[in-house]
């Protein structure tokens, strides 16, 4: 686990509170024990934004009262791990890998409860154009989950903001669901994880949609372009790691690529927002030099308007493979690999949270704005 803590004092006890969730599939479950570590800190986020399994358990958080919160998250979990609901020890990395491929090849053929299941008869037997014949599976069992564990009237009472990122099919454009712009229901989560050619495009106001992960898995982005005045403190929970070593066996590079395709585009985010930041910075300046008949007009004021910028905290927790896991990774829904993956992510916070401030190796300063980052390795 790697964890950046950019951290800016102008922040404070006021910031926005953010939580912003990757995809991942079945490593989702890290950031159940994100989240749990999290309730336990009293962190309450004001705006959750996700993508893919992340879009499923914001909704999971953002759809139910404060206590019910983490317990929903548990039954979503339980639920989804219950194909192969035993936990095995295994003696050593080879053992365990084998089993990792095995519950993954079970959750291929059979589905996951609650979550998806295999077509039958399979796609290649519907007429082409057909919703049905553009998917493995069906996840008409997500609809009900999402049903009966999310309250959509909560969501869109805009107790929390709620932002799922999806990719329309006809135009390839990521777009974001937000509840401060429209009305979220099940079919929004639905399209936001619609991953193909695994689960079917989902049709919202005679648009289809892609998992949002197809263009971008992270909306640390979305975040940060859309909330130009209030001061954030975000905790990005990434599920793929861009930095690996280099891959050794066919199995770890299937692997690696995959993790690198998914990996969050954090560091090239992050230059691009400097480098807008030192735009704002140099117009600035020169809006200071003008004379004074020109630096009161209206113009130069509206381009002084967008010079502001807000103070931004991000703390990136990023979950760590282990030895023996492989490409099949996201769709391994064993419960004992569930319960490890929530483990871990409980684990992962509560040392970020006691080292946050501790171990500082990097830190950038311009104006308002301050980056500070902190990498650690538990």
């Known amino acids: 686990m790697d964890a950046v803590t950019t951290e800016a004092p102008k922040t404070g006890t006021g910031a926005r509170r953010v939580l912003v969730l990757q995809g991942g599939g079945a490593l989702g479950a890290y950031q159940g024990g994100v989240y749990e570590g999290l309730a336990e800190a009293n962190f309450r986020p004001d705006w959750i934004a996700g993508i ?29 791990s219950s194909v192969l609901p035993f936990n095995l020890r295994m003696p050593d990395s080879t053992m365990h890998s084998l089993f990792s491929e095995a519950a993954a090849a079970w959750t291929a053929s059979f589905g996951v409860e609650g979550f998806f299941r295999p077509r039958v008869p399979p796609a290649m037997f519907y007429p082409p154009g057909s919703p049905e014949a553009l998917s493995y599976y069906d996840t008409a069992p997500l609809r009900a989950t999402l049903e009966r564990l ?59 949609y892609w998992d949002g992960g197809v263009v971008s898995n992270t909306p640390l982005q979305y975040v940060m372009q859309n909330e130009p005045k209030d001061d954030l403190l975000i905790f990005q929970v990434d599920l793929f790691n861009a930095h690996g070593a280099l891959p050794r066996t066919l199995l770890e590079a299937a692997e690696r690529e995959k993790d690198i395709r998914y990996a969050s585009r954090t560091d090239h985010n992050t230059d691009v927002d400097m480098k807008i930041h030192a735009a704002k910075v140099a117009l600035r300046a020169l809006l200071a030099e003008l004379p004074p008949a020109l630096r009161n007009s209206p113009n130069a ?18 979950y760590r493979r282990k030895p023996y896991e492989g490409p099949s990774k996201d769709y391994e829904f064993s419960r004992s690999t569930m319960l490890e993956h929530w483990r871990m992510g409980l684990s992962d916070l509560r040392q970020a949270m006691k080292k946050r401030g501790e171990m500082v190796c990097e830190r950038e300063r311009i104006a308002s704005k301050t980056i500070e980052a902190a990498e650690y390795m538990p």
């Open 52 to 80: 893919s399994i992340g879009a499923i358990n914001a909704a999971l958080i953002a759809g139910n009262k404060r206590e019910d919160r983490l317990p929903r998250l548990r039954e979503f979990w339980e639920q989804s």
């Open 150 to 208: 999310v309250d959509f009237d909560r969501i869109n009472a805009q107790e929390i903001r709620l932002s799922l990122g999806a990719v329309n099919v006809r135009t390839g454009a990521l777009v974001y669901f937000d509840n401060e712009r429209c009305t979220i229901g099940p079919e929004h989560v639905m399209a936001s994880g619609a991953l193909p050619p695994g689960f079917p495009p989902i049709e919202i106001d005679g648009e289809h």
């Open 301 to 318: 004021a509206l381009l002084g308007d967008l010079t502001y910028e807000n103070a931004v905290t991000v703390v990136k927790l990023c």
